[in-house]
């Protein structure tokens, strides 16, 4: 297999980071001046029909269809300014995307770098007035609704400590009218920061959301990749494979049960300290950092680091 990346090919580094990706559109923002680089990327699978039908260095606008529901709509990957003197701009920019969206069914998402208020930033400046207000009567003119959030209140923080700490929500989820009365059930939550200065932001929806609960699944039993790296696993395997004489098939089945629960017994409780790890995070950041609680939060970071490379799945 190849494993070489292109100097130019985004999609394959992405691939070899996060795993094979079906589709990939990406918009290169380079910067002239200061040497920055960065852009906008959007990425999906087969489950969704995707047509990129506009896009700039602000914002990819998108039509969407959800192969297994059949329904549509319009939905805009979006980054405002983040320069006081062009945050006026940001609003010109979702007026003119709500005058040419071709459905009333729009979702719009991203790092908007503009608050509806004061109580959405903590520390710092004040929050200019002029720029909430601007920011609310655009998204009232173009029928826009936040959809609120669950977790942690801000979505962004400068990781300074002290006084000069600072946190903010400028990452949100907002939506049409029509929009929410095709998807109800939605649930909009803030994750949890993890060696970024933001929170990862995740949109739950679905047409029949409000069966999922009812929804009893089959489990799904699995190889853990961690499994293969420890020795003893092939005494595990070498053992049951030569328990029985039945069928390959039942072979299969028999040794995949017995290593599963020899792994469960042995490295069952990482999934239970990643979560504990990342609670112990996740107040850790909720409070205003001192330089001890710093120390504190990187360690708890490059423990969860440890823990996350042992925790590697095979579907």
């Not at 969407?64 to 940001?90: D, E, M, Q, R, V």
């Not at 028999?254 to 629960?261: P, V």
Request: net charge neutral; with cysteine.
């Amino acid at each position: 297999m190849e494993t070489r990346l292109k100097e130019n090919d985004p999609k394959a580094k992405f691939n070899l980071l996060y795993g094979p990706l079906s589709n990939l559109y990406m918009i290169d923002c380079t910067m002239n001046k200061g040497h920055r680089a960065g852009g906008l990327a959007i990425l999906w699978n087969d489950v969704l029909k995707v047509d990129i039908l506009n896009s700039n260095k602000m914002f990819i606008g998108l039509y969407i269809t959800a192969c297994n529901l059949n329904i549509s709509w319009y939905s805009t990957g979006f980054y405002g300014y983040p320069y006081t003197s062009k945050k006026h701009l940001t609003c010109q920019a979702i007026r003119d995307i709500n005058q040419t969206r071709i459905d009333s069914n729009w979702l719009i998402f991203g790092d908007f770098n503009l608050m509806l208020n004061s109580s959405e930033k903590l520390g710092g400046n004040i929050v200019g007035f002029h720029l909430t207000k601007l920011f609310n009567d655009t998204l009232n003119g173009c029928d826009l609704t936040d959809l609120g959030y669950y977790g942690d209140k801000y979505t962004w923080a400068n990781n300074q400590i002290d006084h000069i700490h600072i946190k903010e929500i400028i990452d949100r989820f907002c939506a049409t009218s029509n929009w929410i009365c095709t998807f109800p059930k939605y649930i909009n939550k803030h994750l949890l920061r993890y060696s970024s200065d933001h929170n990862p932001i995740l949109l739950e929806f679905s047409e029949d959301s409000h069966n999922r609960a009812n929804l009893h699944k089959p489990k799904i039993q699995r190889f853990e990749h961690i499994w293969a790296q420890d020795q003893e696993s092939y005494q595990i395997v070498k053992e049951a494979w030569e328990h029985n004489n039945d069928n390959s098939l039942m072979k299969l089945d028999f040794t995949l049960s017995q290593i599963a629960k020899w792994g469960k017994a042995k490295y069952g409780h990482i999934p239970n300290k990643i979560k504990e790890h990342q609670d112990l995070l996740c107040k850790l950041k909720n409070d205003i950092p001192t330089s001890n609680s710093i120390l504190k939060i990187k360690e708890t970071e490059k423990m969860l680091d440890d823990l996350k490379h042992e925790e590697v799945w095979w579907a």
